[in-house]
């Protein structure tokens, strides 16, 4: 097989690696178990799933001998053993502690629960690798105490904008549910209340007109209950519902791509690992507060197919009161959408084109009271000291702060395993970087570098002292060069002459940033 330049660029990243444990985050999509079925293997490996399908998956990817390890199976000395972490761990007394060379751990957020700890404790392999679509978790556990760091990482947005992704074409229709009085519970929804807010005849038929109206080619339905699903599926002609008990899951897969059932409902089963190539229509009927969640929903469709223009998303709608539901933004890592832009706006656009609608939006006047709430949001649930710098929170999560002169200082948004790394541009050049490092130690070490070597222009980056000054008049520097950068980047509706010095300095942060 011959590699993807990105999948070989991994691969000899990997290779390099003497010892240690590692993170590597790659899209649904982008081959991830082509990847580490390429590592050159100095002895044994262990590739540790958690689900039937993802078990079994790699075996077709390797010449060499290849064991199980689930249920009823058991491996005979293979050169690859594929094993289901729930059997593995109750036979860790049948290998020796130095068996393997490399462990791969897939879909490896999973990584800190208590079974795979147990499995770690227990191996010493020479090198560690974990293999992630998902950008973060919803309980907000770092995966740091697991990998020292990630070494390799190719998004969604990446795999869409390169070409190896499908584009997404987004759609809302509003089906009615009212999820006012849905409560969240671990860092999502409570599944119960939500199932009797959605699971409605009503509703249910809404989904399926959904369905019927826009729905093009092969469609997957996410619905929340198995409950809920068989009562979709009731009223969708040919729709199969899967469920975890559904025993012959492959042949319904093979049965869809060959076209001869044109709509799978499920629940909670094709979220991760799920190799499906032709999915033209994913609708989500599973409202969900968690991003990666939604994420994995909508990253079954993204495989490239032929005759395939792009993946229509069908997001179900309705009222839902405080709660922040995920829609197609998310998905680029944008959660905060300008009040300025309606969500209607995106019906019938392409992802890509949303993210173009939502940057020229935030690069005009922000809210500087959001900002400020945001930056403390930041703060209070990364438990993190901003040592009170000037910073501005991007939509995508980075943080900038304007230091004098057009100087800014970018952090980039936390990644998955707690750290972050930050540049000094001037002019959008980089001169200066500060490696990967957990996010409080690029916090302390960018505010040690503003006290150290940028006393002069306290005034710009101390909270506190901006305060004092932001509400006079933009100076004619400030306003020249947003003047400048509103012309290169065509930028429009910025009131200049009436910005503040503080909401200059936050706006130049901002388009420079």
């Known amino acids: 097989m011959i590699l993807r330049d990105y999948q070989q660029e991994c691969v000899d990243i990997i290779d390099r690696m003497e010892s240690g444990s590692f993170l590597v985050a790659v899209a649904t999509g982008l081959g991830k178990t082509v990847i580490f079925s390429h590592i050159k293997r100095r002895g044994k490996m262990l590739i540790l799933s958690h689900r039937e399908e993802l078990v079994w998956q790699p075996k077709k990817y390797f010449e060499c001998s290849f064991g199980v390890e689930q249920s009823k199976i058991h491996s005979n000395g293979e050169d690859v053993i594929s094993a289901s972490v729930q059997s593995l761990v109750r036979r860790l007394k049948n290998f020796s502690p130095d068996e393997f060379d490399i462990i791969i751990t897939d879909e490896a957020h999973h990584a800190v629960a208590e079974t795979y700890r147990k499995i770690y404790d227990y191996f010493k392999p020479r090198l560690h690798v974990g293999f992630t679509a998902t950008p973060n978790r919803a309980d907000n556990i770092k995966l740091g105490a697991i990998y020292s760091k990630i070494i390799f990482q190719r998004d969604l947005k990446w795999g869409i904008k390169n070409g190896y992704l499908s584009d997404i074409r987004c759609m809302t229709v509003d089906i009615g549910y009212d999820l006012s009085d849905v409560h969240k519970q671990h860092n999502d929804l409570n599944i119960s209340e939500l199932s009797n807010a959605i699971n409605t005849p009503v509703q249910n038929l809404a989904v399926a007109e959904a369905y019927k109206n826009y729905a093009v080619g ?45 709509c799978i409902v499920n629940c909670m089963v094709f979220t991760e690992g799920t190799d499906m190539p032709l999915i033209e229509t994913v609708i989500i009927a599973h409202p969900t507060r968690n991003a990666s969640l939604y994420t994995q929903m909508v990253g079954r469709g993204l495989r490239l197919y032929d005759g395939k223009k792009s993946l229509l998303l069908i997001d179900c709608i309705g009222v839902t009161g405080k709660l922040d539901i995920c829609t197609a933004p998310d998905l680029f890592g944008i959660d905060k959408i300008p009040k300025s832009v309606k969500k209607e706006e995106f019906n019938g656009k392409l992802l890509t084109e949303i993210e173009e609608i939502i940057n020229e939006e935030s690069a005009k006047m922000p809210d500087w009271k959001i900002n400020a709430q945001l930056v403390q949001i930041f703060e209070t649930n990364g438990k993190y000291d901003t040592h009170g710098v000037n910073f501005v929170m991007l939509p995508n999560g980075d943080m900038t702060c304007s230091v004098c002169d057009g100087q800014i200082f970018k952090i980039f948004a936390e990644d998955m395993a707690g750290n972050s790394s930050a540049v000094l541009t001037y002019k959008s050049t980089v001169f200066r970087e500060i490696p990967t490092a957990p996010v409080q130690e690029i916090l302390d070490k960018i505010y040690h570098i503003l006290v150290c070597d940028y006393q002069e222009s306290i005034y710009l980056w101390d909270i506190k002292k901006v305060q004092k000054w932001g509400s006079y008049p933009a100076t004619d520097s400030q306003k020249n060069m947003i003047c400048r950068k509103m012309k290169k980047c065509d930028l429009k509706n910025i009131d200049i002459e009436n910005l503040t010095k503080y909401e200059a300095s936050v706006l130049i942060g901002q388009i420079f940033g």
């Open 218 to 262: 092969q469609t997957l339905i996410f619905a929340t209950t198995v409950k809920h699903a068989e009562n979709i599926a009731e009223l969708i002609d040919g729709a199969v519902v899967v469920s975890a008990e559904t025993p012959n899951r492959n042949e319904i897969i093979q049965k869809f791509t060959n076209r001869e059932i044109p």
